[in-house]
Nanobody, 126 residues
């Protein structure tokens, strides 16, 4: 069974940076994407970005475009989320998830992902 484990969360000041890691283990197909999501207290989970296993293309949402970057290290079976210029509204529990691709393109819709990590807390505050 596929397992995903996030790490790297913490407390940062506005304008600071953090890098999150998502380590995968177990069986996984060769037609999948890894998505990053976040959830603030009392709010619904929302998409952040994703990366395709086919061509490493990414699909960030508008609120993080230009600030967050997704990358992967296939040797380590790990996907990263580099977050720069963090804002208080970026605060939340961040999750990585795995889902099958359609036409080799990933998307940031929660219901397209079947496997989820446990989450890691990111707090942006002065």
């Amino acid at each position: 069974q596929l397992q995903l484990v996030e790490s790297g969360g913490g407390l940062v000041q506005p304008g600071g940076s953090l890098t999150l890691s998502c380590a995968a283990s177990g069986f996984i197909s060769d037609n999948y994407g890894i998505g990053w999501f976040r959830q603030a207290p009392g709010k619904e989970r929302e998409g952040v970005s994703c990366i395709s296993n086919k061509d490493e293309s990414t699909n960030p949402v508008a609120s993080v475009k230009g600030r967050f970057t997704v990358s992967r290290d296939n040797t380590k079976n790990t996907v990263y989320l580099q977050m720069n210029n963090l804002k208080p509204e970026d605060t939340g529990v961040y999750y990585c998830a795995a889902g099958e691709l359609v036409f080799g393109i990933c998307a940031t819709y929660v219901d397209e992902y079947a496997y989820w990590g446990q989450g890691t807390q990111v707090t942006v505050s002065s």
